[in-house]
């Protein structure tokens, strides 16, 4: 844990330096990090070892208020800055996460506990996000139109006000990235909710913020769990909310934000499919399967959680086995693990359970990674790659998300089956298909009904300049994360029709200076 015990009021911290012992960790707010006067703390757990390295508080009412009014006050001025300014903010910053990304990743394999090459990869998807934000004045460009002799009608974005962010734990650094530089090169302050299981490196994204000059209030940081979520949904002054985790969660996020007039964006649950057809290329297909199913412990949105075999390449099942076993699970720290451990001991149990569960409804065990224990790390959450398969679409592990390294094999006939089935399910996050026909792949994006598809691409998110495109069950509200329309969520379109007769017109003298603008 980063040493955050000699935070109060001060502005910075020695970002390499660690305390010996569990933390406490701050609030961010007005430009300051401060702690708690809260009694209710959470234990922040090392996964791969159970040691306690911080604590996070329950923060109290006053602290959540003093938080969202604040960033009502900032952003009075702060709307105020012109779009210029606001990019430089953002270019300093993406400078400065570029140049702190393992000081991140290391805070996100210890608190979370995914292997530090992940890790890094998880900073470095946010980071393209953060960057993207740097082309914010043409992001914001609006429309324009001569509608009649001297008339014009144009188009203007507008910054909402306080956006709200509730973040997920198996991306503490990355939805983040994509949440609060946008928000607030759009004009916007934020607070913003850390998962309380691993919320260092939001933390170190503040203090580089403030160090990139997001101006005190804009962006502040409040923990907790439900109160702190619940505030977030009924304050006045929060106008939007973006959130990324679970379906229970999510759905009531939406329902109680929306129900107080609040704009909401909430990425929820996934049952991604891969469609595997007989004529991919089978080294290459098995390889990004075993990584897009186990990877980050399978504790990923757009984690290959399901496969569908169709016809003769169900054959490749042994080798995808065989794979499988050569992955090394162990502490995210340790340079050779490929998977680390999951986050919880509760998120465990539910997904040998649901492990268990396809074994007790028929489903063939063909690799059970349960009761998996690293030497040295014998107290952790770990399980390793797991595969099922004679799967049915009615039995539990297909129809709940696992959310663990478990992979749940189905089998098809035909492509059109395969498309059935995933079109069946109700999650609409993302698939993919692997195939070497152009004709296969074409008829797959055309007819499947789901937001992100892959064509021999395995976890098919997309850059920022696209948008997270997840539908159905997958997401609620309609304007996703990123791209153009996370910056139509972060802002309201103005539209004015303006009458300046040119028979007005008046001589005035004319000036020969360069014009400038700041």
């Known amino acids: 844990m980063f040493a955050l015990r000699q935070i109060s009021a001060r502005r910075s911290l020695a970002i390499s330096s660690y305390a010996r012992g569990p933390a406490k960790v701050p609030l961010f707010i007005n430009g300051e990090f401060i702690q708690s006067k809260t009694n209710k703390w959470i234990e922040i757990r090392n996964p791969a070892t159970q040691e306690v390295v911080g604590l996070v508080p329950e923060a109290t009412q ?12 900032a952003f009075k001025t702060w709307r105020k800055t012109s779009v210029l300014a606001r990019q430089r903010v953002m270019l300093d910053l993406q400078k400065l996460v570029r140049e702190k990304q393992d000081d991140i990743a290391r805070a996100i394999t210890l608190e979370q506990g995914k292997t530090l090459p992940d890790a890094r990869g998880d900073v470095f998807r946010g980071l393209q996000v953060l960057e993207h934000a740097c082309s914010i004045p043409t992001l914001l460009m609006g429309e324009s139109l001569p509608v009649s002799k001297d008339m014009d009608t144009y188009n203007i974005r507008q910054p909402l006000g306080v956006v709200g962010g509730i973040m997920p734990f198996n991306f503490p650094a990355m939805i983040p990235l994509w949440v609060f530089p946008l928000a607030i090169a759009c004009g916007n302050t934020c607070v913003i909710k850390p998962s309380e299981k691993d919320p260092g490196a939001m933390t170190i994204l503040a203090q580089l913020a403030q160090q990139a000059g997001v101006p005190n209030g804009v962006l502040n940081i409040v923990h907790g769990s439900v109160d702190t979520v619940n505030h977030i949904c009924d304050a006045p002054g929060i106008k939007a909310i973006s959130f990324v985790g679970s379906d229970h969660a999510g759905k009531y996020i939406f329902a109680r934000g929306t129900a107080n007039g609040k704009r909401v964006q909430a990425n929820l649950g996934a049952k991604n499919h891969g469609v595997i057809m007989p004529d991919a290329n089978k080294n290459y297909t098995l390889n990004q399967l075993a990584g897009a199913a186990f990877g980050a412990a399978g504790q990923r949105c757009m984690a290959l959680s399901t496969v569908v075999f169709v016809g003769e390449s169900k054959k490749w099942l042994p080798e995808l086995v065989e794979r499988a076993k050569q992955l090394k699970v162990s502490s995210g720290f340790d340079e050779s693990a490929d998977l680390g451990p999951m986050i919880t001991p509760t998120a465990l149990k539910r997904a040998e359970d649901l492990i268990q569960s396809g074994v007790n409804e028929g489903a063939t065990l063909l690799l059970d990674g349960r009761g998996i224990k690293p030497k040295g790390f014998e107290q952790g959450n770990f399980l390793g790659p797991t595969i099922l398969t004679g799967v049915k679409t009615h039995m539990r592990c297909y129809k709940e998300e696992i959310f663990g390294p478990a992979l749940v094999c189905l089998e098809a006939d035909t492509l059109d089956e395969a ?63 990123y791209g153009k329309t996370g910056v139509q969520f972060y802002t309201s379109t103005k539209t004015v029709t303006a009458l300046w007769r040119s028979e007005d017109v008046s001589t005035a003298q004319a000036s020969v200076n360069m014009p400038t603008i700041r």
């Not at 006053?62 to 006050?73: C, G, I, S, V, W």
């Open 62 to 73: 006053e602290e959540l208020k003093y938080a969202t009014d604040n960033a009502a006050e």
């Open 419 to 481: 498309i059935e089935l995933v079109n069946a399910n109700i999650y609409g996050n993302g698939t993919a298909i692997f195939t070497n026909s152009g004709s296969a792949a074409r008829k797959f994006q055309d007819e499947i009904d789901v937001g992100q598809v892959g064509i021999n691409v395995p976890i098919p998110v997309p850059l920022p300049m696209f948008s997270f495109t997840g539908s159905r069950g997958s997401i609620q509200g309609d304007l996703n994360f």
